[in-house]
């Protein structure tokens, strides 16, 4: 019923910055919260930032300051600007979405990831 697709994934350099996307369809009627989460090899899935349908914001403090998360005009879309990028922000990283569908379900809904790499 909901499919989230992120985008903007690539190789950067150390410094630089990437936007990353992430697009909600299918029979979706609302749209409660949505998560950015990265995993690095070896490491534990991380919680990067939140958005709620209010517009609050939420930040782990790894990436405090330098990610920036927000909502699309147009689309079900949500971005996650990342400045001052460093090797350590190196993962994959996943839309996550608590939607409310048109028929009434409500669940939460992962993308598949989208690589992030920075390296010299």
């Known amino acids: 019923q909901v499919q989230l697709v992120e985008s903007g994934g690539g190789l950067v350099q150390p410094g630089g910055s990437l936007r990353l996307s992430c697009a909600a369809s299918?029979?979706?009627?609302?749209?409660?919260?949505v998560n950015w989460y990265r995993q690095a090899p070896g490491k534990q899935r991380e919680l990067v930032a939140g958005?709620?349908?209010?517009?609050?914001?939420d930040y782990a403090d790894s990436v405090k300051g330098r990610f920036t998360i927000s909502r699309g005009n147009t689309k079900n879309t949500v971005y996650l600007q990342m400045n001052s990028l460093k090797p350590e922000d190196t993962a994959v990283y996943f839309c996550?979405?608590?939607?409310?569908?048109?028929?009434?379900?409500?669940?939460?809904?992962w993308g598949q990831g989208t690589q992030v790499t920075v390296s010299s």
């Open positions: 996550n979405a608590d939607c409310l569908t048109v028929t009434n379900l409500r669940r939460v809904y």
């Open positions: 299918g029979s979706i009627f609302s749209i409660y919260t």
């Open positions: 958005i709620t349908s209010g517009g609050s914001t």
